[in-house]
Every structure is written in structure tokens, then in C-alpha cells.
């Protein structure tokens, strides 16, 4: 077996390893959880290395999930030092993911430094976004420095949308109409409004924390509260980790974060467990409803991510909630960002090959 594409997908807490074969199937694959004060080389170098040296003759391509990629990289970038230093600048705006990103792609051109390495962006997909839905309603000066929404989680989505579209011809109809929700819940959450393949909302904006409720971020607040934070003495460090870490579920909760461990407490009839599944719900049923009006109407709702596609509580309530939709279909996704990476890369780097 030759020409696989190793993928590396590391999350602020999560690790997602695998090498996939010309087709986006995963010929092996795993996950592996981070503990805290673990450094990403140190798990990459106890758990990688050994996999990397095995396969190292049939890798073609190394390609890496960025969740950020600004105003200007909007497609699969072949991975060059400037393009390393543009990565940097945009920390700020995703805190938890681009560090670990940067270091895992740190650490492959160290041990695998004669192969191309390629960055795919979760903001790409959303660079459809008409400019009534990407603007936000400040002054001119700020939005020329590229103050407006991104969206996230587009590796994802875009996989969902290509997807779902097989499967709508499958069903002889027309995958340029097809009006399609897909609901990325999991950790982070986020919805995206996708018409005929085209991104034209989504729920997360020029952070990933904007929009729906998350397992520790507190999604969409009133920018009033943000103010009296700091009028009440809170730093931007200090609100950073509020919102980034303490937040969502579990700030709700009191306890966890973790959705099934929420669920479990909620039989008990824990205060917190309930309010976290009271609030998390409506939020989601809210933005579904503006998702629907973007779209002005529903053929599919596609659930995926860890919570889209395990927890059955959860699209039963969302059936029962939904049918003033009229008709539409529930479809679960398995999450795939992994598979959809490598043919994003092989695609792009064809492409390029093809015009030298």
C-alpha cells in the first residue's frame, strides 16, 4: 500500500492521528485524550514517532487541521515559514486550538522534514458567507482590519454537505437545491446553513465562541455583560478563560462539561444538570430556527459530532421541537475531518502539480 496521507487533528484537549489512503478511507487511525500539563511533543513523540518511522516510506503527504486561517487563507496551503508566522498571528482569535495545531506541524517537520506538508482551515468553507451574514454592525475602520465573522468547524461541514449530496442523488433530486442544516455538536458546537453545497450562514463568528452553548464555552452573551466584567475588574486573560474554560455546560452544570455525565445527573434531577440541558436546548432550537429562515426552509438536518451522533435523548427532542419545519429528513454524519483533510490536500496538491 503507497501514497497515504498522514492527518494530524489536535484539539486543546483531543488528539486525532490518522493515515488515510488516496480515497479518504482511514487504513489506521486514534484518538488520544491529553492530559493536563502534557506538552503536544511529548505525546507526539511517546505515541506518534513509533507509527510515523513504520509508514514512513508510503507517506506522500502530511496534512493538518487549522482551526483559524484569517482573512486571506482560504483553501488548502502548502505549509512554507511565512505561512508558519501568519498561523502565529492568529492565536489570539483561537486560543485553545491553533497552539497545539502549530506545534504538532513543529513537530512532523522535524521527523518528517523531506514531505509536503499541507494546512486545511475550519474557517475555509465558510468563505461563502454573503456579506450580510459575515458583517458585523460596527464602524468601517474596525471591519477593514478584518473585524467580521469566519465560522468554524468547515472541515466538517463541508464533508457533511459533500455527503448528504451523494446521498440526495441517490434519491434522484437535485443536490443544487437541496437546503441542508448541518449541526456540528460536540466540545465546540456550531451550525452551518448550507444551500446547494454553499455555506450562506453559520453560528460561530470571528471566534469559535460565539453561537451555541458549548461543553466549557459560553457561546453567544450580551457584550454588555462582557463591559461589566470589566468594569467589575476582570482582565482580558481572566475573561478569556471564563468564557473559554469555565463556561458552557459546565459553568452551568457546576460540574462537568461532558454531556453524557450531564445526561446521567439530569435522571437524578440535579439543579445543575437540568438547567444545563434547559439552557443548551433552547439556545440550540433558537439557532436552528434562524438557520431554517436563512435557508427559508429545510430539506435536511444533519447531525454529527460526538453529541449529534450518539445522543438519541436529544434527536427525539429535536424531532418533536421540529415539526413545524413541515417535512424534512434527520440524517446522522459520522464526524469525518480526518478523511476530508487528506482529499482537500491530495486535491489541492494535484492541482498544483497539474500547472507546473
Same mark, same amino acid.
Given at each position: 500500500?503507497?501514497?497515504?496521507?498522514?492527518? %494530524?487533528?489536535?484539539?486543546?484537549?483531543?488528539?486525532?492521528?490518522?493515515?488515510?489512503?488516496?480515497?479518504?478511507?482511514?487504513?489506521?487511525?486514534?484518538?488520544?485524550?491529553? /492530559?493536563t500539563g502534557e506538552s503536544v511533543s511529548t505525546v507526539l513523540n511517546q505515541w506518534l514517532t513509533p507509527v510515523v518511522e513504520r509508514h514512513r516510506h508510503q507517506i506522500q503527504l502530511i496534512g493538518h487541521r487549522v482551526v483559524h486561517g484569517g482573512e486571506d487563507l482560504t483553501s488548502p496551503t502548502l505549509i512554507t515559514p511565512q505561512l508558519e508566522h501568519a498561523l502565529q498571528m492568529l492565536i489570539p482569535l483561537a486560543p485553545l486550538h491553533q497552539p497545539p495545531a502549530l506545534a504538532g506541524l513543529a513537530w512532523t517537520q522535524r521527523l518528517v522534514p523531506d514531505c509536503p506538508q499541507w494546512a486545511c482551515f475550519d474557517t475555509a468553507f465558510h468563505r461563502t458567507l454573503p456579506t450580510a451574514a459575515s458583517t458585523y454592525a460596527i464602524p468601517q475602520k474596525l471591519r477593514d482590519k478584518g473585524l467580521h465573522r469566519y465560522g468554524?468547524?468547515? %472541515?466538517?461541514?463541508?464533508?457533511?454537505?459533500?455527503?448528504?449530496?451523494?446521498?440526495?442523488?441517490?434519491?434522484?433530486?437535485?443536490?443544487?437545491?437541496?437546503?441542508? %442544516? /448541518?449541526?456540528?455538536?460536540?466540545?465546540?458546537?456550531?451550525?452551518?446553513?448550507?444551500?446547494?453545497?454553499?455555506?450562506?450562514?453559520? @453560528?460561530?463568528?470571528?471566534?469559535? #465562541?460565539?453561537? #451555541?452553548?458549548?461543553? @466549557?464555552?459560553?457561546?453567544?452573551?450580551?457584550?454588555?455583560?462582557?463591559?461589566?466584567? %470589566?468594569?467589575?475588574?476582570?482582565?482580558?486573560?481572566?475573561?478569556?478563560?471564563?468564557?473559554?474554560?469555565?463556561?458552557?455546560?459546565?459553568?452551568l452544570?457546576?460540574?462537568?462539561?461532558?454531556?453524557?455525565?450531564?445526561?446521567?445527573?439530569?435522571?437524578e434531577a440535579h439543579p445543575g444538570a437540568l438547567l444545563a440541558l434547559a439552557v443548551f436546548r433552547h439556545r440550540l432550537l433558537q439557532q436552528l430556527g434562524a438557520m431554517a429562515a436563512s435557508l427559508q426552509g429545510v430539506d435536511v438536518l444533519a447531525?454529527?459530532?460526538g453529541i449529534g451522533e450518539h445522543d438519541e435523548a436529544l434527536r427525539i427532542e429535536l424531532h418533536e421541537s421540529l415539526n413545524w419545519w413541515g417535512a424534512f429528513e434527520t440524517v446522522v454524519v459520522p464526524a469525518d475531518e480526518e478523511g476530508m483533510i487528506a482529499r482537500l490536500c491530495l486535491r489541492h496538491q494535484f492541482s498544483l502539480t497539474a500547472t507546473d
Open positions: 500500500m503507497t501514497g497515504l496521507v498522514l492527518v %494530524i487533528n489536535l484539539g486543546s484537549s483531543s488528539f486525532k492521528v490518522s493515515l488515510v489512503d488516496s480515497t479518504g478511507a482511514k487504513v489506521w487511525c486514534c484518538n488520544r485524550k491529553r /492530559s468554524f468547524h468547515g %472541515i466538517n461541514h463541508q464533508y457533511v454537505s459533500e455527503y448528504v449530496a451523494d446521498y440526495w442523488r441517490t434519491k434522484g433530486r437535485d443536490p443544487s437545491q437541496l437546503r441542508l %442544516i /448541518s449541526a456540528h455538536l460536540g466540545g465546540g458546537a456550531s451550525l452551518a446553513a448550507v444551500k446547494g453545497g454553499n455555506c450562506i450562514d453559520t @453560528t460561530m463568528g470571528f471566534t469559535p #465562541l460565539e453561537g #451555541l452553548v458549548m461543553q @466549557t464555552r459560553s457561546g453567544t452573551i450580551d457584550p454588555g455583560l462582557i463591559l461589566e466584567l %470589566i468594569r467589575q475588574g476582570y482582565d482580558a486573560t481572566e475573561l478569556s478563560h471564563l468564557l473559554q474554560n469555565e463556561s458552557g455546560l459546565k459553568g452544570s457546576g460540574l462537568s462539561g461532558e454531556m453524557r455525565e450531564i445526561r446521567g445527573l439530569a435522571l447531525l454529527t459530532g
